[in-house]
Nanobody, 116 residues
Framework: QVQLVESGGGLVQAGGSLRLSCAAS????????MGWYRQAPGKQRELVAR???????NYADSVNGRFTISRDNAKNTVYLQMNSLKPEDTAAYYC??????????WGQGTQVTVSS
């Protein structure tokens, strides 16, 4: 199995920055795409950003230009640099990976709270 451990969430004022990390470990096959999703209370989980093994990225319109996703294939780790945070970015953020052996796997989530 693949385990995902997220870190970096917390409380920040509007306009501030946070960096999320998600490290995959265990019996990893080949991780293709890695991404971040978020879910605010009362809302559906939504894609924030995604990155392929080759480095191609896509972002939600709401975060484009403010957030940057990156990955270290050697460390099986994905990062999300979040700048110019807004109160509407407040949510639980979930790491997601696609492993060729184990399929799609989710992290346990890390809370991001942006105060106004």
């Amino acid at each position: 199995q693949v385990q995902l451990v997220e870190s970096g969430g917390g409380l920040v004022q509007a306009g501030g920055s946070l960096r999320l990390s998600c490290a995959a470990s265990g019996s990893i096959g080949v991780i293709t795409a890695m991404g971040w999703y978020r879910q605010a209370p009362g809302k559906q989980r939504e894609l924030v950003a995604r990155i392929t093994r080759g480095g191609a990225t896509n972002y939600a319109d709401s975060v484009n230009g403010r957030f940057t996703i990156s990955r270290d294939n050697a460390k099986n780790t994905v990062y999300l640099q979040m700048n110019s945070l807004k109160p509407e970015d407040t949510a639980a953020y979930y790491c997601n990976v696609d492993d060729m052996r184990w399929g799609t796997r989710w992290g346990q989530g890390t809370q991001v709270t942006v105060s106004s």
